[in-house]
């Protein structure tokens, strides 16, 4: 069984920045593709950004292109999502996924799932 922890939200003003992590144990991420996900309130979960197993692909939605980066430390079986130019619109709780299906921008692709960690953007 793999379990997935976040780390890294918090508060922060618009304009900032964050670094989210996202720590593996029970497998290495180096078979899986590595995702973030998040969900506003009142709002649907959506994806943020993605990065298959093998490695150069990533994958962003088109709200974070340009100021979200995700990145993997096989090493230290962990994965990463650095958030700069946050703007208030960011505030959601985000979660890191972990699966082995083709569509990666798909909730249902994913077969292991963190406990979220809240990134709150203040205006």
Known sequence: Q?????????????????????????????TYAMGWFRQAPGKEREFVAATDWRGPMTYYTDSVKGRFTISRDNAKNTVYLQMNSLKPEDTAVYYCAAGRRIGLEREGNYDYWGQGTQVTVSS
């Open 2 to 30: 793999m379990q997935l922890v976040e780390s890294g939200g918090g508060l922060v003003q618009a304009g900032g920045s964050l670094r989210l992590s996202c720590a593996a144990s029970g497998r290495t991420i180096i």
